[in-house]
C-alpha cells in the first residue's frame, strides 16, 4: 500500500510540474508575442511619424520658398526692388512677362538650389477669363534629365506655353507625389480691369529622367537661355 501511495503522490507531482512548465511557456509565447507586437508598432509609428514630419518641413520649405519668389528683390537701375513689381510692371506693358521671364527663372534657380538635385519643379502664374478659361501667362519648368542613356543628370529650365489646364494636370499626374503651394497677387493689363491671379509652386521628386523628355511637347517648352 504504501508503494502505490507514492507511486499517486509521484504522478501528481508530475502532472502539476508538467503543468507549471506548460503555464510557463504559454505565458512565455505571450510575452514574446506582446514584445514582438510593441516592436513592430514602435517601429512602423516611428517610420509614419518620420515620414509626416519630414511631409510637413517639405510643405513648410515649399511655402515659404514660393513666398522668397515672389518677395525676392531686383535690381533695377542704381537701386533694388522686389521682383514682383517688375512682373507688373512687365505684364501692364506687355500683357505678357517676356521681359522679366528669364529674370525670374534666375531667382527661382536660386531659391530652389538646396533641392535642385534630386526635385522637379514647376512655377507658373494663372488666372480664369471671361469665359471661365484657365489662362498661364508664365510657366517655368525645372526638370532633371539625361540627354541618353550614358550621359549625365542635367538640371534644365524651360518656358512653356500652356494652351489648357488638361495637358497640365496630365503632366503632374504623370509626375507622381506633387506638394503644391500657391499664393494670390493682383495683375493689371494695360486695358481693362485688375485681374485676381494665382502664383503657384509645385516640387515633386525627380524620377525617370529618360522619360520626362517625352512630356515636354504637351506643354510647348523651349529651354531658358540664361547669360
Known sequence: MEIKSNSFKS????SKGQAAITDALYFLIIIVGLCSFMFVFSVNYGNLLDERLKQLNEQEFIGSALKTIIYSS???????DYLLAKLKEDYYNNDSFSDSNVLLAKNIRGIMREIEASHDYLFYISYSSDKEILTFPLVILHLNLKANETSPVTSNFYNCLITDSASLNKFLRDAGNVKPSNAQLLLKPREGNLIQANASL???PSTNPDA?????ADLNCTAVQFS
Open 11 to 14: 504522478n501528481i507531482f508530475n
Open 74 to 80: 531686383t535690381e533695377r537701375g542704381t537701386q533694388s
Open 202 to 204: 509645385i516640387v515633386w
Open 212 to 216: 520626362s523628355t517625352n512630356k515636354l
